[in-house]
């Protein structure tokens, strides 16, 4: 950016109207430069004894004509109008960025801050994106937050970061005799790349951290020019005439041959911090950047006054208006569907939110043994037995049978292989296996959990619910019924339907329709060596309540799933076994597929293809989109309606205005406010041989969005969809635990081997789940 800019303005005669500069290989202009197709010029920096040299090449005329057809629904989307956008984006981020810290869309300031600790805070940013919509061009503007390293004296951030106070005195923590090396190594994981600026002689440079000495500046010998040996204490003091305050302190390598002494380092302000957050600091992130509807709004548009989109020259050249007012439009709210639950009693939902008092589920499946595992030494007897009788009430209340008074209590030491051991005949008198089992974990258990999930999916196929102690020796009735629903769904149940005559399309058994969600997972920023795992799940019953589930390990970063064709035929084969068996339908075949996608498209090809495997007609198909990773908001007009929260209500519906002016898009809002600004999930309809008018997908989506297993509030996704990202979740931990690949998590060390080798062999380690969970 500096190198450009200062092209720029070194050549003002030649960029009469500057260009904007996307920061990597495009410079886009309002004119033509004077200089014809190619040129090169060279540009002095203070800081450097030789100039850059820039080279500009033409490469293609921008044809905004297009566009314009384009937001009129004219003609669909081709290079030139995403070329046009991408101009229009990078002219309205030039002038913020040119003082602030950028990201991507996003730029921050310090001016709203929190400190998150361990020498980091967080910075409120603004997002914002061009984007066409029917009839008009867009700005999406929105608030944002990001980590980055606090500014100011080095010595001050690592003693942060160790957990010290910044005003203590670094002798008994930095020294280089007093670091252990695996403190060391954290703090250099910490620090590494980080850019310090230096002054020296009035000259002042900004270099990364590369490394930290063994050695403090006080042993740190180099050889000097004339051949003779020096420490790095003597040659500081000696050429900056200024003595060293800690010469014992470890040193920082800036360049292959330049070991500086830490107290000669400034933090150079403004440097993101892209490292995981630990649970302290991300606790920090949430609470940062939850903020009620008319406090975000307010956030928003005091974000214009730094956009300043009236003064920037870049616009200016480009003549380009904005109108920074908010945009008033017009939507809808779709009436709330009826929700179904056992012996024929009905619940209408208010503000995305129903209490079940009273309520049977609708299918409860039958508990075939219990037992009772606890790792927790402080999980008292009193715990225990309020556990055990609001397990039974709960149970009882709900309909689920079963479930015994005073099931058989196990207490385990929390060791690696001890849930191995755990046998029938320690959980029934009879030596049989139940078909349940809770184990209640201590508060930092999530390794036994993880153990406990792998063994119950996987090795002996047996439904396990996990407590926290500290809640269920404690919890009250709503607990327990949200512990049940789970329960009851693993087991095989179906908790809630809708009222068949809302969902005519789902429930109409002349035409059966089969709902699948589909989603894939990768490993953290950064990671290269870990597999992405991709899930797929699908209704098996004619209320499409009930789901099957199947998942795979894959290459790292794969967004399209490798086996669609086989998951989908898996969840095909398991619906018409349902209907067959369960239903007793004669003809169990679907007729009509509407599938749900988190992320990019699927190949059309590969879900018809598992129907020809399976060896039934192609269905009619919907393809559905589902994103919630975007930066639209939604704010109730003044006066217009809102819900506790400060929401717009649940239901909202927004399908014009603001949608792609040729694509068949919504946004639906189909989830209550709790904290903070509801965000809406975005329908992208990619193909619909079923021709349904607009208000009927959008009528499905959100009675689907009622009957999500695990509570009694309408979510803000399809439920296949959310299924579909759980499943995925759970994929990581598919591995023999006392394997080397037992733990995928993103900061777990597990094989050197690279690339495609290590996907394969993740794919062979990647285990499916026992046969007696039904998938």
Known sequence: MEIIRGMQEQNPTIFTKKGSYDGRKNLYSPIKYSFGNNAQFEVTDPTRRNPWRVRIQFAAMINPASTERYIQGQMTHDEMILTTLNACNVAIRMQPIQDHPFNARSFFTRTEFRDMGRGVELWRGYFQSIRPAIGKMVINLDISSAAFYKGGSLIKLCLEYLGRSPEADPTPFLTATRLDP??????????????????RANETRERPIKDLSEKGADALMFKKDDGGLTSVQAYFSQTTGRQLRYPGLVCVQLSKMAWVPIEFCEVVPGQFFRKTLNPDQTKHMVEFSTLRPEERLR????GLQVLRYGNSPYLQDFGINVDANPMTIKARILPTPTLLYGKNQSIQPRDGQWNMRDKQLFKPEKILGCAIIIY?????PDQEAHLKKNLFNVTQMLGIQGMPPDPPVLRKDATGSAYWNVSGSECSAKGNMPNLIIVVLPDMGEDIYLRIKNAGDIKIGVATQCLRAFKCGKGNEQYFVNVCLKINAKLGGINVIPKPDTVRFLTDRAVPTVVIGADVQHPGP?????PSHSAVVGSVDSDATKYVATSRAQPCRREMI???TDMVAHVLRKYMQYRKEVEKNPNPAPRRILFYRDGISEVRGSILEACDRVGIPRPKLTFVVVGKRHHVRFFPAPGGGSDKSGNCPAGLVVDREITSPVEYDFYLQSHGGLLGTSRSAHYNVLVDENNFMPDDLQRISFSLCHVYARSTRSVSIVPPVYYADTVCERAKHH???DSGFGNVSDSASVSTTAGADQAETYRRAFQQVHGNTGQ
């Open 182 to 199: 695996r403190t060391k190594r954290d703090l250099m994981k910490f620090i590494r790349n980080l850019k310090v600026k230096t002054t």
């Open 526 to 530: 950064g990671n290269m060596t870990r």
């Open 376 to 380: 927790d030494r402080r999980f008292r």
């Open 299 to 302: 956030n928003i548009r005091n």
């Open 735 to 737: 591995y023999d635990p």
């Open 562 to 564: 490798d086996d669609l």
